[in-house]
């Protein structure tokens, strides 16, 4: 079976530095597009990064280049997010997703993606 599992989530203040891992259970995460996603309250669940595993291209929305970083780590079959000078506006539940197909940039709309994780809470308090 299939499954993505989401931690790291928490409570910083702004500036401060979050790590997300997601755990890739049930599949061999080479060749896979992997991206984060996350969604505020009230607002549709957007893109934040994407990297496909075995290649060193990343793709990052313009909001978090420069802050976030995303990696794999395919020996331990998991995919994270490092995020530097946190803002309040990064608050939302984060997911992580995956996909088979070739596409692989942040900017590809969540329809593309079938797998998804159960989410991790990121607050950012000013």
């Known amino acids: 079976q299939v499954q993505l599992v989401e931690s790291g989530g928490g409570s910083v203040q702004a500036g401060g530095s979050l790590r997300l891992s997601c755990v890739v259970f049930g599949y061999t995460i080479n060749n896979y597009c992997m991206g984060w996603f996350r969604q505020a309250p009230g607002k549709e669940r957007e893109g934040v990064a994407a990297?496909?595993?075995?290649?060193?291209?990343?793709s990052y929305v313009d909001s978090v280049k420069g802050r976030f970083t995303i990696s794999i780590d395919v020996a331990k079959a998991t995919l994270y997010l490092q995020m530097n000078s946190l803002e309040p506006e990064d608050t939302a539940m984060y997911y992580c997703?995956?996909?088979?197909?070739?596409?692989?940039?942040?900017?590809?709309?969540?329809?593309?993606?079938?797998?998804w994780g159960q989410g991790t809470q990121v607050t950012v308090s000013s």
């Open positions: 997703a995956a996909h088979s197909r070739p596409a692989c940039w942040a900017q590809l709309p969540t329809t593309e993606f079938p797998i």
């Open positions: 990297i496909r595993a075995g290649y060193t291209q990343t």
